[in-house]
C-alpha cells in the first residue's frame, strides 16, 4: 500500500489507475494539509475511492520532545515498528524561518569515532515515508512560522539509503508537498564517491556536505574507517563532479579535535586542497568548522582550543572559514550527539 505522504503527483498517477495529473496534485496537497483525500470540483468521487484505496497515512510515535534551555533547538524522538530514532528542529537566522535535520538510517555502518551515532552499527534503512514525516511533524508542531530546509545530517549516512532519501527530497521540494526549495535541501555524507555522483544527476538542485575531518590521510584514516575504502582524492573526485555538473559549491565540514586534525599542518592541507578544488572547478568549498560535541562518559576526544588558529592558517591562505554553531548540545541534539537516547 502507498504511503500518501511519500509520493509525488507523478508517482500517484502511475500507481493510481484512472487518476489524472491534475487530481493526484490535489490529492497530495489535501495529504499534506492533514486532510482526507475526498471528491470534490477538482478529484472525481472514482478518482478519489481509487487513492483512498491504494494508499494509507502511516504516522511515527514521538517518543521524546525536548527543547533546549540554550538555545531554540528541538529535538523529537521518534518510533517506527520499535525502530527509534531522531530528528532535530535547527532556528535560522531570518525570524521564523528553521530546518530540520532529517535521520537517513536508524544507527550507521560507517562508526566515524566523533559521532555518537556510528557506536550504535547500522540497524536499518529508513522508508521514504518515515524520512519526509520527520519534517512534517516538526512542521506540524511549529509555534510559528514555516520550515524553510532540510539537512540530511541526522543519524545514519544517506548516500547508503539513497533510493529512499532522492524519494523523500523528492517529495520535499514538491510545491503540492512540502514545498521546500531544493537549493534549501542539503545532503551530507561521510565520502561514498558513486553516491556524491548519482545525487548530482538524480537531484541536481540540492546541496552536498561532506565530512572531510582532516586533509590529512593519516589524521582521516584515524577518525573515519570509510577512509580506508574511500580515500579523500576519490571522494574529492567525485565532488568535483558534483561541482562541475550542478553549479554548487560543496560544503566541506570539518569536527576539530584536539590533538588529531586541529594543527596546523591540518589547516594547511585543507587550504592546500581547497585551492586545488577551486582551481579544477571555479567552484571555492564552503568551509565549515565545527567545535566538537562530547558523545558520551568514556569520550574519546576533547573540544580543541585551536579554532581560532585553524582558522588564522586559513585565513593566511586567502580561505573565509565559518565556525558553525551547533546547538541543543544540553540535550544531545548537537552534531555527532544523536544517539535515540530518551
Not at 499534506?32 to 494508499?55: F, K, L, Q, S, Y
Request: proline letters at 4%; one cysteine or more.
Amino acid at each position: 500500500m502507498l504511503a500518501l505522504q511519500a509520493v509525488t503527483p507523478a508517482q500517484l498517477v502511475a500507481s493510481v489507475s484512472g487518476v489524472t495529473l491534475a487530481e493526484a496534485r490535489k490529492a497530495i496537497a489535501a495529504v499534506h494539509r492533514g486532510e482526507t483525500v475526498t471528491a470534490n470540483g477538482a478529484i472525481r468521487r472514482t478518482a478519489a475511492e481509487a487513492i483512498r484505496d491504494a494508499g494509507s497515512m502511516p504516522t511515527l510515535e514521538i517518543v521524546d520532545e525536548v527543547a533546549s534551555e540554550l538555545d531554540p533547538f528541538v529535538k523529537y524522538a521518534l518510533d517506527s515498528a520499535g525502530a527509534r530514532f531522531e530528528c532535530v528542529r535547527i532556528p535560522l537566522e531570518h525570524p521564523d524561518r528553521f530546518t530540520v535535520c532529517v535521520s537517513s538510517q536508524v544507527g550507521c555502518a560507517l562508526a566515524c569515532a566523533f559521532c555518537a551515532t556510528g557506536r550504535l552499527g547500522l540497524q536499518r534503512n529508513l522508508a521514504t515515508w518515515e524520512i519526509v514525516e520527520q519534517v512534517r511533524i516538526v512542521r506540524a508542531r511549529l509555534p510559528r512560522g514555516r520550515v524553510h530546509g532540510a539537512v540530511f545530517q541526522g543519524m545514519g549516512e544517506p548516500l547508503a539509503n539513497l533510493d529512499h532519501v532522492l524519494e523523500a527530497i523528492a517529495v520535499m521540494a514538491e510545491p503540492c508537498a512540502l514545498g521546500i526549495d531544493a537549493r534549501a535541501i542539503t545532503v551530507c555524507t561521510a565520502g561514498l564517491p558513486n553516491g556524491i555522483r548519482r545525487l548530482a544527476a538524480e537531484a541536481p538542485n540540492v546541496r552536498l556536505g561532506i565530512s572531510i575531518s582532516s586533509a590529512i590521510a593519516a589524521h582521516r584514516k584515524r577518525v573515519m574507517p570509510i577512509a580506508e575504502r574511500h580515500d579523500l582524492e576519490d571522494v574529492l573526485a567525485a565532488a568535483a563532479d558534483h561541482a562541475r555538473l550542478t553549479n554548487l559549491s560543496p560544503m566541506w565540514a570539518v569536527t576539530l579535535l584536539g590533538g588529531v586534525n586541529d594543527s596546523d599542518d591540518d589547516a594547511r592541507a585543507l587550504a592546500a586542497r581547497s585551492q586545488a578544488f577551486t582551481a579544477a572547478t571555479g567552484r571555492r568549498p564552503r568551509i565549515s568548522l565545527l567545535d566538537y560535541n562530547a558523545i558520551g562518559g568514556d569520550d574519546p576526544f576533547t573540544r580543541s582550543t585551536r579554532m581560532p588558529a585553524f582558522r588564522d592558517v586559513l585565513g593566511a591562505a586567502g580561505l573565509a572559514s565559518h565556525r558553525r554553531y551547533s546547538g541543543g548540545s544540553d540535550v544531545a541534539a548537537a552534531c555527532g550527539q544523536l544517539a535515540a537516547r530518551v
